[in-house]
């Protein structure tokens, strides 16, 4: 039977960089999670008897609202949903099912990188039809009609059984429970070159993955201990649990730090990384050396083609504006495309369909490609192991040789975190006051040559995104951006993004803080961070 319940509209439910996202408790008010998914719901058109992928991180309450998204997507009239089983799917391999199958779109239940349990995060996001994060446009709609719901659709009908794999229905609408791994592994299959790495670990090759209790642990078992012959115990953290096991599932320095250590100690395995709650962020570390996101972003573009999936080449890259340059640099070797968007995976969209990019990435730990339309946290870490199995060297000389021959990007990310919401709207809307004076002026050695509030035209949909980060730059490659965050749960972040460039081999030894010493100075200076935030250092420093 079809119930249709009455609802009252809660004001708070607007999605943000990737979905909807708040604490649990929210979550658990009554009707809240069956008034954003009707919201999302009467959001599309076209979707009767189409299929609907629905999956998530795995994380508390990932399975409640599973059931819940089940039961009113057969009420509102969907054919079929295919549902990963335990109710985990990382967010490329939804994804690439939404792709695969032809679904109308998806429901991914994740908080990301955020921390997972009773009083902790939970998220709500809506994928389209080409496996990406909803537009802009429906995102608005949603959140538009979440004010304004009165009534949702559900069945009444029993739980369905997530953890078998098959067919059963409810109300008339197929829902297939499949293996989470199975099509991902497939796919990164036909991409990578598997017989090369397989050698290469075969040989000896010690590599370790942290799967941060989160949902990365089963696919990174069977693609890097199955499939490829990695030794048993190369994935550490490997069942993913409602709350991560207190991890953090953020692949960071600061909560990856028993990996980096392990990567830096004497005896150190040859490739280290990690992935983040729902499997789309990545972390690279070599022997002896941490690799930073925007650097792996340049280092996998100028090696792609070592991998069958990309043997043509590259069409163009893209990189969020906050991202490093270092990029450019390969793209102008290559003759290729370079564009520069605004934070967020949804930007990427249009170029990867129109095919005018092959590789995006986000300083922020997120590295994919056209092969799906999310970030791809394996995708980026069997991409680096089919480049060093064809190489044959190490991380850390793969590195060097690459900033030999373009230069290095100094590149730091200081976040603020939990700041004061008027205080951080203060200091971005002073800086923009500031805008029109600060070109030419000097500070120390640095002069500024442009300053600007990024805004982005898309040139495939036109659109317009403005006011998207503060930009500061430097003659001579040299960079500040301010930008507030959009994802988090509690007060304001303010990142605090720094970049400088060196072209000289013989200064590539420096520790980064040290490089960008006067840089981190002058951020404070333009616009007063401590006196604004009445914070002396930054909660996060990657
Ligand atoms: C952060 C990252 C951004 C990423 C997003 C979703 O957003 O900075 O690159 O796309 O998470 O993973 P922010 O909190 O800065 O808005
Ligand atoms: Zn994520």
């Not at 100094?410 to 603020?416: A, G, T, V």
């Amino acid at each position: 039977m079809i119930k249709t319940v009455s609802t009252k509209p809660y004001d708070d439910q607007k999605p943000g960089t990737s979905g909807l996202r708040k604490k649990v408790p929210v979550f658990q008010q009554p009707n809240y999670a069956e008034n954003f998914i009707q919201s999302i719901f009467d959001s599309l058109e076209g979707f009767s008897g189409q299929t609907l992928v629905i999956g998530g991180d795995g994380r508390y309450y990932n399975r409640e609202v599973i059931q819940i998204a089940i039961k009113m997507a057969a009420a509102n009239g969907f054919g079929q949903v295919l549902v990963g089983r335990g109710g985990i799917l990382s967010t490329p391999a939804a994804s690439h099912l939404i792709r695969k199958y032809g679904a109308f779109g998806g429901i991914i239940l994740s908080a990301s990188h955020n921390p997972g349990g009773p009083t902790e995060d939970f998220g709500i996001k809506y994928n389209v039809g080409n496996g990406g994060p909803a537009p802009e446009k429906i995102t608005d709609a949603i959140f538009a009609r979440s004010k304004v719901i009165d009534s949702y659709k559900i069945a009444d009908a029993a739980d369905i059984n997530i953890d078998l794999e098959g067919t059963q229905t409810v109300e008339g609408m197929t829902v297939t429970v499949v293996d989470p791994v199975t099509d991902y592994a497939d796919l990164m299959e036909q991409l990578f070159d598997f017989p090369a790495i397989r050698r290469m670990f075969a040989g000896g090759f010690r590599v370790v993955f942290d799967a941060m209790s989160a949902v990365t642990g089963p696919y990174a078992k069977e693609i890097l201990e199955n499939r490829l012959g990695a030794p048993k115990g190369s994935v550490l953290n490997f069942m993913p649990l409602p709350d991560f096991g207190g991890h953090h599932p953020d692949p960071n320095l600061v909560y990856a730090r028993a990996l980096y250590d392990t990567m830096m100690a004497d005896d150190a395995p040859d490739f280290g990384a990690a992935s983040d709650g729902d499997g789309d962020r990545n972390l690279i570390i070599g022997r002896g050396i941490f690799v930073t996101p925007s650097d792996s972003l340049a280092l996998l573009a100028a090696n792609a083609h070592l991998a069958p999936g990309y043997s043509k080449g590259l069409a163009g890259i893209a990189r969020s504006m906050p991202t490093s340059g270092a990029a450019d640099r390969v793209a102008d070797k290559l003759g290729i495309g370079m564009y520069e968007t605004p934070t967020g995976w949804k930007f990427f969209g249009n170029l990867l369909d129109a095919g005018k990019v092959t590789i995006c990435g986000e300083e922020s730990a997120g590295t994919g490609s056209d092969h799906v339309r999310e970030k791809d946290g394996l995708w980026a870490v069997l991409l680096w192991l089919n480049i060093l199995a064809v190489r044959k060297e190490s991380v850390i000389d793969i590195v060097r040789a690459h900033w030999a021959t373009y230069g290095r990007n100094y590149y730091s990310r200081h976040d603020y975190e939990e700041v004061d919401t008027d205080a951080a709207n203060g200091l971005i809307s002073a800086l923009r006051d500031r805008l029109a004076d600060l070109p030419s002026k000097t500070f120390g050695a640095l002069t500024v040559e442009k300053a600007d509030d990024f805004a982005y035209h898309d040139p495939v949909d036109h659109s317009v995104s403005e006011h998207q980060g503060i930009r500061i730059l430097f003659a001579g490659g040299s960079r500040i951006v301010f930008r507030l965050s959009g994802t988090g749960t509690s007060g304001a972040t303010l990142r605090v993004y720094i970049e400088r460039f060196e072209p000289d081999t013989s200064r590539h030894d420096i520790e980064t803080q040290k490089a960008l010493a006067d840089l981190i100075a002058v951020a404070d200076e333009i616009a007063g961070i401590k006196g604004r935030t009445g914070r002396s250092a930054p909660s996060v420093i990657t």
